[in-house]
């Protein structure tokens, strides 16, 4: 009978301690469980793995007493600072301890288990950590880009005008200036070997008049204000009036005037 009592006693207390073990298997999976959803959380807000962060943990310490035995263990490698807290009359201590770290899983678990152990030495508890705001990310500089025809990319001369251009934004934009009597089938094409203008153009009339004639016998007048399309089909223009003519070309301007 005493050994059957002897026996019974030994198994219930193999019961105990596999569930004690079990139980504190778990409490240590669900802390290191936080830790990776924690810094899992971070990533996604922003912080980088291979960068320093000030990191805080958190212990509640029951007296002065234990305040001052965690500093003594903690410092230098971290800054500590404590305070009274008026609304816990146990643990009336908050203790927070501070380091510059990488946010690493297997790091913040090992300071969690030894801080854990240091917190349960003083009859206090371990109530985790917070990491510092992640810097901004610098932005990205404005590429913006200024330009005047005053001071062009490229010049090409021509006989009574010139056609300045650009280079801007992966655009080639053209200005032309004709003076008074220019005429594109005698001051231009020459040079080319041609009668007429087989460049497509898109552009504005920034002052002046000028005309766009087809082989048809359509002539358009171009004017001060006026946008105009005109397709790549041979066609000649001259100056209209005693003004000089000025337009801007936003396409077709690589290829204008160019022997």
Not at 123 to 152: H, M
Not at 233 to 253: E, K, M, Q, T
Request: a negative charge.
């Amino acid at each position: 009978m005493a050994l059957y009592v002897v026996l019974l006693v030994g198994a219930l207390g193999l019961v105990v301690l596999r569930i004690y073990l079990k139980l504190r298997a778990a409490d240590k999976s669900r802390g290191e469980s936080w830790d990776e959803q924690m810094i899992a959380r971070l990533r996604s807000q922003g912080y980088a793995p291979f960068n320093d962060y000030t990191v805080d943990f958190f212990l509640a310490l029951p007296d002065e007493a234990a305040v001052q035995a965690v500093r003594a263990r903690l410092e230098p490698e971290f800054a500590v600072d404590a305070r009274l807290l008026a609304s816990d009359s146990e643990l009336a201590f908050s203790l927070h301890a501070s380091k510059s770290m990488r946010l690493v899983v297997p790091d913040m678990q090992a300071i969690g288990r030894r801080l854990t152990e240091l917190a349960t030495e003083q009859r206090g508890r371990y109530d985790g950590w917070a990491a510092g705001r992640a810097p901004a990310s610098a932005a990205a500089p404005i590429a913006v880009v200024l330009k005047r025809f005053e001071t062009p990319d490229e010049t090409r001369e021509l006989e009574h005008g010139k056609f300045e251009l650009v280079q801007l934004g992966g655009l080639t934009i053209g200005r032309a200036t004709y003076q008074p009597g220019w005429k594109w089938s005698t001051h231009v094409g020459p040079a080319l070997g041609l009668s007429r203008c087989s460049v497509e153009h898109v552009g504005l009339v920034l002052s002046g008049a000028a005309t766009a004639a087809f082989e048809d016998g359509t002539v358009i007048e171009l004017r001060a204000g006026q946008l105009f399309y005109i397709p790549p089909v041979p066609h000649d223009s001259w100056v209209i009036g005693d003004v000089p003519y000025v337009s801007l070309h936003f396409a077709g301007a690589e290829h204008y005037a160019k022997g």
